[in-house]
């Protein structure tokens, strides 16, 4: 009964492709997000979505596109990838968009060749 | 950038209690103290909030000073599964996001 789910765990690409990861959230939360991780362990977050609505989209390269077909999903579409989006990504939920609890989906490791 | 310090990493005995401090001096008066951990190779985890008072759940406790500007996580019997990097931040959460430093690297010796 996996609160947040990611798909797939692991990713390993060549550069200049195009990806997607996938979140789900079963809690009934209203907002999501996406944060990365890099390799000195930073955690940023990227974009916030509150019922399908996006609220944030922090200093992202614009080839990274979140899309949420419904509020239990939000998936993150990136576009010729390069080697700094190597990374891992988190998605995580809370249910409002007030100050809540946050919870976190187990990453994706993206590896960007 | 992060708006927390927290010391690089700390060790601790097992079935002792572990005290981890975070400095927040900037925090603003309608932010909360959050803190998270982070087991290898998994997402962050909810530990405990807090806005003034002292809070207290299954996992810890969260001492804040009277003027803010810094707090402690306490786990009152460490186990060696508590040995994670733990994050202390005061961000506003919600929809803003939260933003983590380095954190504390808690080693749980047996």
């Known amino acids: 009964d996996t609160a947040v789910s990611q798909t797939p765990k692991y990713l390993v690409t060549q550069m200049g492709n195009d990806k997607s990861i996938k979140c789900e959230q079963n809690?009934?939360?209203?907002?999501m997000y996406w944060y990365k991780q890099d390799s000195k362990k930073f955690l940023k977050i990227m974009f916030s979505?509150?019922?399908?609505?996006?609220?944030i989209n922090e200093t992202v390269p614009n080839r990274f596109s979140p899309k949420s077909p419904d509020k239990a999903h939000l998936n993150l579409h990136i576009n010729s990838l390069e080697l700094g989006d190597s990374a891992v990504y988190f998605c995580?939920?809370?249910?409002?968009?007030?100050?809540?609890?946050?919870?976190f989906g187990p990453g994706t490791r993206l590896l960007v060749l | 950038d992060a708006k927390t310090t927290q010391p690089p990493s700390m060790d601790c005995a097992e079935g002792r209690a572990a005290n981890l401090p975070c400095n927040h001096s900037?925090?603003?008066?309608?932010?909360?103290v959050y803190w998270y951990r982070q087991i290898h190779s998994q997402g962050p985890q909810y530990i405990i909030h807090?806005?003034?008072n002292n809070e207290t759940n299954e996992m810890a406790s969260l001492i804040i000073t009277e003027d803010r500007k810094s707090s402690t996580l306490i786990l009152p019997h460490a186990t060696l599964r508590d040995t994670a990097v733990y994050y202390c931040?005061?961000?506003?959460?919600?929809?803003?996001?939260?933003?983590f430093g380095k954190g504390t690297h808690l080693i749980i010796q047996p």
């Open positions: 900037t925090i603003s008066g309608n932010e909360y």
């Open positions: 809690l009934g939360h209203d907002t």
């Open positions: 995580a939920s809370s249910r409002t968009r007030r100050q809540e609890t946050q919870y």
């Open positions: 979505y509150n019922n399908k609505e996006l609220i």
């Open positions: 807090g806005l003034k």
């Open positions: 931040t005061n961000s506003g959460g919600g929809a803003d996001g939260l933003t």
